[in-house]
């Protein structure tokens, strides 16, 4: 019984590190660490290490990147900023952040169908709900 308690208990704490590590955005800086909130649970970008970044990663990072400047932390990101540009940091992370793809919408369907061997998704979950149907 005490067992089965202890293996409980350790199920809790490894679920409730999870979960914040999912909840979480981890950035380091030259001169800090800070924790930030992200929007959505997941694992990407849990630990960002941005002492060398370039534009380019901010575009790579552009969650992070939109979330810090959403919460007002930008600043952070100072260390990205071109000095000679004479601009502020936060429009030059929006410009990078512009001139970069915009992020796919999770809940809008692709706009591409995979296909392998001239078949597509669509039309191999259709042959799937007949046999699917015709099974039961």
Do not use: C, F
Not at 93 to 105: K, N, S, T, Y
């Amino acid at each position: 019984m005490k067992t089965i308690i202890r293996l409980i208990v350790l199920v809790l704490i490894v679920g409730g590190w999870g979960l914040a590590a999912a909840a979480l955005h981890v950035v380091r800086t030259p001169s800090t660490i800070t924790v930030v909130p992200k929007n959505r649970l997941g694992l990407r970008d849990t630990y960002v290490d941005t002492r060398s970044w370039t534009m380019e990663d901010v575009v790579k990072h552009a969650d992070v990147t939109r979330r810090l400047i959403a919460l007002g932390k930008a600043d952070l990101l100072g260390n990205v900023a071109n000095p000679k540009d004479g601009q502020p940091l936060q429009e030059q992370l929006h410009e990078a952040l512009d001139r970069a793809q915009p992020p796919a919408d999770a809940t809008q369907p692709a706009t591409r169908t995979a296909s392998r061997d001239g078949l597509t998704v669509a039309k191999a979950i259709s042959q799937l709900d007949i046999v699917w149907g015709e099974a039961r």
